[in-house]
């Protein structure tokens, strides 16, 4: 399946695959020009825009097995190294947000050119959000094996989702920016047999630098096509994907209001009012003393309402 929409030679999309007679799932994604925006709208250093990308790269291919538009896939790393706290959410649309707490976290190597994102991540924890619309979002938590990103992901769905997956993610540099970014994810599904699992396992012990396979123009069905050979590959749609974050002034209010009345009290004692920056897309959103007021004035007025005492006429009999 082709979508004549999608320049190929260039622009970030996501492809979704089957093979070996359906008993693999497959998807690959080139993500290197929504990570570049994210370099360049987070100001960020080469260690946190690979370990960044390589995030937001797996969230994407992870959230292509979510059912709705309205779910989503939140992954946060929770760690000791420079970069302590990481964080993508993606959507089944392709689009796809992220956020570094260290943005100019210092940069190591482990060869000339070679970054050490193990050593600026450190070791943590990685959570996974699945907000599925259901009451209660799944939670799933697992250690860092690496830091690395890939091994991390891959890790929890063997332990958390039990899925043997192989999972590649890549993201490459140079001094202009992001030269090339993206992913690459099997999994075994069930009623494959140890063989397959094997076969598997063997195509991917040496498998090329993906960000330097994609740097030299391969598309992510080409990634496929040179990971799995001839075994039955069967292309079932692929679609753009993209950084959006859907922040805007409502959203942030809402957020604000979320403080609470005695914090508002406060803030709204500012005659310089306030600004609030999203951590996303860095977008401001500047708020007047007046407006502050009004937000506290109306939340200390719910606040009372829902804590007034209910009334039982029976009481009064």
């Known amino acids: 399946m082709t979508n004549n929409n999608i320049d190929h030679r ?34 960020l250093s080469p260690a946190t825009t690979v370990a960044l990308g390589r995030l937001m ?14 779910d989503q896939i939140t992954l946060i790393t929770k760690s000791d190294g420079d970069i302590s706290n990481l964080s993508a959410i993606a959507t089944l649309d392709g689009k796809v947000r992220g956020y570094g707490n260290q943005p100019q976290a210092p940069s190591y190597y482990h060869e000339p050119g070679k ?7 450190g070791k943590g924890n990685l959570t996974v959000i699945k907000d599925l619309g259901l009451k209660d979002p799944y939670i799933g938590n697992v250690e860092l094996v690496s830091g690395e990103i890939a091994e991390d992901l891959a890790s929890y769905y063997f332990y958390s989702e039990q899925i043997p997956t192989v999972l590649f993610l890549g993201v490459r540099l140079d001094q202009e920016g992001v030269v090339s970014a993206g992913g690459m994810l099997v999994q075994v599904l069930p009623g494959a047999d140890e063989e397959i699992l094997t076969w598997l396992e063997n195509r991917a012990v040496g498998f090329p630098d ?16 040179l990971l799995l050979g001839e075994a039955d590959i069967e292309y079932l749609k692929e679609y753009p994907v993209t950084y959006y974050c859907p ?7 809402s957020n604000l209001a979320l403080l609470g009345a005695a914090e508002l009290k406060e803030m709204a004692a500012d005659p310089e009012g306030i600004e609030l920056q999203c951590h996303y897309c860095s977008n401001k959103y500047q708020y007047q003393q007046s407006e502050i007021q009004d937000l506290y004035n109306a939340v200390k007025t719910a606040e009372k309402d829902f804590n007034k005492p209910d009334i039982n006429l029976m009481d009064f009999d």
């Open 10 to 43: 260039k622009d970030d999309y996501l492809v979704q695959a089957t093979a070996k007679q359906g008993l693999l799932r497959c998807l690959a994604v080139r993500t290197t020009k929504l990570v570049d925006y994210a370099r360049e709208t987070h100001d």
């Open 57 to 70: 790269s797996g969230a994407l291919l992870m959230a292509a097995d979510l059912k709705s538009d309205q």
């Open 115 to 121: 970054l050490d994102i193990a050593k600026s991540v």
């Open 210 to 225: 993906l960000s330097e396979l994609i740097e030299q123009g391969i598309s992510p069905h080409q990634l496929i096509d």
């Open 247 to 253: 922040c805007n002034r409502d959203r942030m209010t």
